[in-house]
């Protein structure tokens, strides 16, 4: 490869961000931090095995779920690389309970960082890809003391997003608002390289993720949207649809921000006390900006996702997110029943 046409790295590609006004100094420097564990982290997964870092930590999550010793691991490197950096006022976590604000041994800043530091955890052990997912708030001025709901926030308010896919190779995919970039880690190198600049995901697809073993639970909007996908060429919709599950949010993000694709975690009625799956504010909104920020559209099947204001720190939502008709079809099917 020519000097010419060589992959630029993400700290030139963030340099020319704060110059062109999309982001400042401050916001420069965490993408740069979370960048670097995350660099971290895919050291330590690839490992496996060989790293001792497989099964389970045997502690649970807020959430009741067992954590794996990479959830523990990937949470303590994003926690131990933010906190003396200056840039940050606070963190919240999947695995964590509560927030954890920067010690009074450090600045702090303005910024509030939300992460899955390890999702879809249930393909650790089997060596399938897992991911980071990340989301930077505003603080908002003038407070004495940082609480929950500073991290209230709408995912409108996020001033960036982004994600680690830890799979045959490491991508970090970001946007700051202004598009959807992605980039390669060279391990010779240890930087990320630019490799997909403005990614776009087509507005129609052929292609669906979600997990079919709920379907004897999902509500009638989702019902008759599957039924009318699996019906194929021959059905209301005229073309036969493929299906893919990675079981791991960011796989399927990433499969669909690729080449197009819708992915759906609905409510159900397996388990009435939970509107959903996944996490509002450190999963479905990051990947709702990315998509939005790359032509995609994403929803509850009855409003924005990023229109949501959130309620508490682990709140879970439906997710229809991806190619933007298919979206704006399943969503007019919650709507209209
Ligand atoms: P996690 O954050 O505990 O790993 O859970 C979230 C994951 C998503 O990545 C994925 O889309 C989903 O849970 C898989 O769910 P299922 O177990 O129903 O296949
Ligand atoms: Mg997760």
Redesign the pocket.
Known sequence: MTPANKPIALTRFLIEEQRAGHINADLRLLIEVVARACKSISHAVNKGALGGVLGDAGTGNIQG?AQKKLDVLSNEILLEANEWGGHLAGCAS?EMDDFSKIPNAYPKGHYLLLF?PL????NIDVNISVGTIFSVLRCPEGIDELETRHFLQSGSQQVAAGYTVYGPSTMLVLTVGSGVHAFTLDREMGSFLLTARDMKIPADTKEFAI?MSNQRHWYPPMQKYIDELLAGKTGPRGKDFNMR?V????G?VHRILTRGGIFI?PRDKKDLDKPG??RLLY?ANPMSFIVEQAGGASTTGYERIMDVQPSALHQRVPVFLGSKNEVELVTKYHLDA
């Open positions: 779920e999947e899955d999702d879809g955890s249930s997990n599950w079981a791991s949010m960011v399927d975690y799956k996944l999963e």
